[in-house]
């Protein structure tokens, strides 16, 4: 299930500032609505337009989620750097490659 913040992301086409320009809150009962709209590229969507984008806000998500796993798997810098000094590029580039695989992101 997409979420609202992911929905108004595929809406912008960009990610806005959700303190300035796209306030969302929480009704208490876990309905998340938008409280202010204040980004000026776009006028503020309505229900259906931003239901319509359930599917790319999934990606989204799923996309964040493998973005995620890939990064834990990487390591730190610095355990990349140490990876890259005793087993050189090459090796480093297969291993990315390997995590990659394991973890693809959706077409968006």
Known sequence: MSTLDNKIIAYLERTPDFFQEVILQDDGNGVVYIAEWNAKDKP????????????????????????????KEYGSTIQQLEYIVEHGVSSFIEKQNAIKTKYPKESE
Not at 44 to 71: G, M
Request: proline residues 4%.
């Open 44 to 71: 503020k969507p309505t229900d259906e337009q931003l239901n319509a984008l359930s599917s790319q806000a999934t990606t989204l998500e799923n996309n964040a989620i493998a973005v995620a796993n890939r990064q």
